[in-house]
């Protein structure tokens, strides 16, 4: 929900169709899948993968941010692995995930220090925030 005093800076938008055995497209052509329901042959792609590579590039940009605040710069071999899970338990389903941020060349503690920055900044940690079960670590 924005504020009279938000600024939407983009919107995306897409149109899906079939659920996790459909497909979807974005409004502008430049995204246009097949899904697939995972543990299931074919060739598409499931909401877990999408919500993986949306969250980690876009945490990518959170490290930039919190990396230039703090007067570091990354290196080229920067990383972010992410695992989303779908889970069932005895409340229904639900997501839990897991960052594993490769910053080369960079101390421990200063790639610490801005990773848990990035997760302070970053729009997608902000929405998982207390909904989901997330673990971060530096290799």
Same mark, same amino acid.
């Given at each position: 929900?924005?504020?009279?005093?938000?600024?939407?800076?983009?919107?995306?938008?897409?149109? $899906?169709? *079939?659920? @996790?055995?459909?497909?979807?497209?974005?409004? =502008?052509?430049?995204? +246009?899948?097949?899904?697939?329901?995972? /543990?299931?042959?074919?060739?598409?792609?499931?909401?877990?993968?999408?919500?993986?590579?949306?969250?980690?590039?876009?945490?990518?940009?959170?490290?930039?941010?919190?990396?230039? $605040?703090? *007067?570091? @710069?990354?290196?080229?071999?920067?990383?972010? =692995?992410?695992?989303? +899970?779908?889970?069932?338990?005895?409340? /229904?389903?639900?997501?839990?995930?897991?960052?594993?941020?490769?910053?080369?060349?960079?101390?421990?503690?200063?790639?610490?220090?801005?990773?848990?920055?990035?997760?302070?900044?970053?729009?997608?940690?902000?929405?998982?925030?207390?909904?989901?079960?997330?673990?971060?670590?530096?290799?």
């Amino acid at each position: 929900m924005t504020t009279t005093q938000d600024k939407v800076l983009y919107t995306g938008r897409t149109h $899906t169709t *079939g659920g @996790r055995s459909g497909a979807a497209r974005s409004d =502008d052509g430049r995204l +246009d899948i097949t899904l697939t329901r995972f /543990g299931t042959t074919g060739t598409g792609t499931n909401p877990e993968q999408l919500f993986a590579a949306g969250w980690s590039a876009c945490f990518m940009g959170a490290m930039a941010r919190a990396a230039q $605040t703090q *007067g570091v @710069r990354l290196p080229e071999g920067l990383a972010v =692995d992410a695992e989303v +899970d779908l889970v069932e338990g005895a409340d /229904g389903f639900k997501l839990a995930a897991r960052l594993q941020v490769r910053v080369p060349g960079v101390p421990h503690d200063t790639a610490l220090a801005i990773v848990e920055a990035a997760h302070q900044l970053c729009p997608y940690s902000k929405a998982t925030r207390g909904n989901i079960a997330v673990a971060l670590s530096v290799a």
